[in-house]
């Protein structure tokens, strides 16, 4: 059979650890039937096929529950008798060879190499376990450390202290695991959540992401950080942490090392201001219900506001958690703000002619799975029942994490210490702090004034 030579849909890395288009040899049936499905569209594909079948699954059990795996530990007794049970490891490894089912046949069509995939993968993918039984652990979990962190550290310290393989670098494709896990994460992004909070909530939202993410922009571009990290920057403080500065970078197709490094930040800022902020809540005598809306406007993930509001109380808790998912809503409209911004300023900065094409140029470039997180996030805030919603919620949130710990190992795996360390002398990281800093002023401004009964009557919540 002949072939013709044509770019794959799949980027590769690398020696320096850059991303590179790869030209390879698809016979011409793959080519007439597979060539044009971009990486976007097999990670739509993968996390819709997912959420299909773990939904029709539910709607012909009704009541039935899923077992998903256990990574929460306080002991060695827990740890050996639930984590590392063989019924829990097996349970994992289905997921894992789920997993590398449908992602070798993704490689497989666009063009990569699934043999050099499938050893990658396992490395890969146990590392993104091992990372999540080690954030599990009690006392870490209590400190907010995330997964996040050790999934990074391990990718890393292999990246860095050796010579990847092929093999490796074929299965080290972050930016594909990251679009299937956030196609699934919309599954957990339910407009509905907002009415709880009634006009404050929706407010807060607005006003706080829209203030925040422009103060972000201008004080990145003040310290001359590039636009490209301080979209990233932008989005992970104003909206919802490591989630939206995926969101963000997947947008504008945005470097790995500076995602990586955004993240980065976003978790070693939020530990102390976990401890802090609920100390700074009683020395002034906050209200729970302004104190949670604090929180859930500041800290960066759901976790982390309820481990903050807990110190404060019960109410506290439920406003920060709803505030928080409130903002989470706007992680689609930012998407799409951002994906059209960005195609718009790169072609006004490349001089390019638009003319007559602006509306195809646009939809050629906006990161389709996006459409994907954004159908999940409609199908279950409007279509799907509240029971069924409640029936799958648990093992689609357990799925989508172990897609972005792949994800973050595969960052890792990519990255260089050396470009953490000196990028563009440290000035994003001063940015971030910055506007964090604005963040933590202007959103208790706001909680006090629509949650403290001044503008509106405090909502109730109950």
């Not at 789920?98 to 993968?121: E, N, P, Q, T």
């Not at 146990?126 to 990372?131: A, D, I, Y």
């Not at 103060?215 to 104003?238: P, Q, Y």
């Not at 800290?299 to 928080?324: E, N, Q, R």
């Amino acid at each position: 059979m002949s072939s013709t030579n044509v770019p794959a849909n799949t980027p590769v890395v690398s020696e320096s650890g850059d991303a590179v288009e790869q030209n390879i040899d698809i016979p011409a049936t793959r080519k007439t039937f597979f060539s044009a499905v971009t990486e976007d569209w097999w990670a739509v594909i993968i996390g819709g096929v997912i959420i299909a079948a773990i939904l029709l699954f539910a709607i012909a059990s009704p009541g039935f529950k899923f077992t998903t795996p256990v990574y929460q530990w306080a002991n060695t007794n827990d740890l050996t008798g639930k984590v590392l049970a063989i019924s829990n490891l097996l349970l994992m490894a289905g997921i894992g060879l789920v997993f590398l089912i449908l992602s070798s046949i993704a490689i497989s069509l666009s063009g990569g190499s699934a043999s050099k995939f499938v050893k990658g993968f396992a490395l890969i993918f146990v590392l993104g376990v091992v990372s999540l039984i080690i954030a599990g652990n009690k006392t870490i979990n209590y400190y907010g450390i995330e997964y996040v962190v050790f999934a990074l550290v391990s990718g890393l310290l292999i990246g860095n202290l050796t010579t990847l393989p092929t093999w490796l670098k074929e299965a080290a494709r972050s930016e594909f695991f990251i679009k299937t896990g956030l196609v699934i994460l919309g599954t957990s992004i339910l407009f509905t959540d907002i009415i709880q909070a009634g006009i404050p909530g929706i407010l807060q939202a607005v006003v706080v992401v829209a203030a925040v993410w422009f103060f972000s922009m201008w004080l990145s571009r003040l310290l001359k950080v590039d636009d490209e990290f301080g979209v990233i920057l932008a989005s992970a403080v104003s909206i919802c942490g490591v989630s939206a500065a995926i969101v963000a970078a997947g947008a504008i197709n945005g470097d790995k090392k500076k995602l990586s490094y955004v993240t980065s930040l976003v978790l070693l800022v939020a530990i102390p201001m976990l401890i802090i902020m609920p100390y700074v809540i009683r020395a002034f005598g906050l209200s729970d219900m302004v104190a949670g809306a604090w929180l859930g406007g500041t800290l960066d993930t759901t976790a982390s506001v309820t481990a903050a509001a807990a110190l404060v109380g019960p109410l506290a808790v439920k406003a920060g958690v709803i505030v928080k998912f409130s903002q989470n809503v706007l992680i689609g409209v930012a998407a799409i703000f951002i994906a059209g911004w960005w195609t718009l300023k790169k072609d006004t900065s490349a001089k390019t002619t638009t003319e007559g094409k602006g509306a195809s140029i646009v939809w050629e470039r906006f990161p389709k799975f996006v459409l994907g997180f954004l159908a999940a996030s409609l199908l279950f805030s409007f279509l799907v029942p509240t029971a069924t919603t409640k029936q799958v919620a648990g093992i689609l949130n357990s799925l989508r994490t172990v897609w972005f710990a792949l994800a973050f190992v595969a960052i890792g795996l990519e990255a260089r210490f050396s470009d953490l360390i000196k990028t563009q002398g440290g000035r994003p990281a001063v940015a971030f702090i910055g506007a964090q800093l604005f963040n933590i002023a202007w959103t208790l401004l706001w909680a006090y004034l629509l949650f403290g009964g001044v503008l509106f009557p405090a909502p109730s919540i109950k």
